[in-house]
Antibody, heavy 117, light 110 residues
């Protein structure tokens, strides 16, 4: 059974960089079938697509976040990562990692990241 | 890329059918048959209910079905049950390997 687990700091200061990692277990991140994605959800609000990465390292980002987002993949560790620079309070959200296969079927449990000084 | 528009809330009595709309544009919903639907209970991760191409994952009840007309996709839940009370989100491909979620709909079972 595939499992995804987000990890990273739960508190980030304004203007700093948010960094999260998604560890994939029970399957290989190197499969040519899937993309791996990040989705976030501010408290009490809806889902927002952040971006996807393919195992080759190809990346695709939400245009509204593109200037601040970097998603990378480490196939040797079966994990992929999210970096979001210059964060503000508006970036406070639960961040989910997920696997894409005609839809996001497998999700991590989500991790709350709060942006506050 | 603007979020797809969904009604904030939809309600129905047990056994009834309800439909949740998801309105986009000719650049996303209208151009591709690539809309997926998610159910989210409070405090939980979203659960995929309908794959792109109107397919249901194994284990998802056939009470859930989708359709599309023009720039609007719809999710229908038939035989509404108490366990269906949750938030529902659509997600569409928008070209250039970009995806956009809907604003979300809270389903209440009366």
């Amino acid at each position: 059974q595939l499992q995804l687990q987000e990890s990273g700091p739960g508190l980030v200061k304004p203007s700093e960089t948010l960094s999260l990692t998604c560890i994939v277990s029970g399957g290989s991140i190197s499969s040519s079938t899937y993309y791996w994605g990040w989705i976030r959800q501010p408290p009490g609000e809806g889902l927002e697509w952040i971006g996807n990465v393919y195992y080759t390292g190809s990346t695709y980002y939400n245009p509204s976040l593109k200037s601040r987002v970097t998603i990378s993949v480490d196939t040797s560790k079966d994990q992929f990562s999210l970096k979001l620079t210059s964060v503000t309070a508006a970036d406070t959200a639960v961040y989910y990692c997920a696997r894409r296969e005609e839809g996001y079927y497998y999700w991590g449990q989500g991790t709350l990241v709060t942006v506050s000084s | 890329q603007s979020a797809l528009t969904q009604p904030a809330s939809v309600s129905g009595s047990p056994g009834q059918s309800i439909t949740i709309s998801c309105t986009g544009t000719s650049s996303d919903v209208g151009s591709y048959n690539l809309v997926s639907w998610y159910q989210q209970h409070p405090g939980k991760a979203p659960k995929l209910m309908i794959y792109e191409g109107s397919k249901r994952p194994s284990g998802v009840s056939n009470r859930f079905s989708d359709s599309k007309s023009g720039n609007t996709a719809s999710l229908t839940i038939s035989g509404l049950q108490a366990e269906d009370e949750a938030d529902y989100y659509c997600c569409s491909y928008a070209g250039n390997n970009i995806y956009v979620f809907g604003t979300g709909t809270k389903v209440t079972v009366l």
